[in-house]
């Protein structure tokens, strides 16, 4: 280095800490709330998935065997369909 360029001075080094730590707790902030957001999102399909195993079962026993292998529109499951 040469003698004569010029350094930071300690306000200006005390200046970049400071928005350093800014953007740090920015950042940490952000990331807590993504991973909470994303435990919400998870726990709510396990939620969904459970209502929705346990509703299909029922709903199988209580409708007659020709219905049963139509999916909501009417149309044939091809995969529960009988083979011909």
Known sequence: MHN?????????????????????????????????????TLTN???EYEALKKMYPEQSQ????????MNASGAVNPHNAPIN
Do not use: T
């Not at 209580?62 to 292998?69: D, E, G």
């Open 4 to 40: 004569d360029q010029e350094q930071f001075s300690l306000f200006e080094r005390l200046g970049m800490v400071a928005v350093l730590l800014l953007v740090a707790a920015i950042a940490q902030n952000v990331w807590h709330e993504a991973k909470a957001s994303e435990v919400r």
């Open 45 to 47: 399909a396990a939620g």
């Open 62 to 69: 209580i409708l007659p065997p020709s219905m049963a292998r």
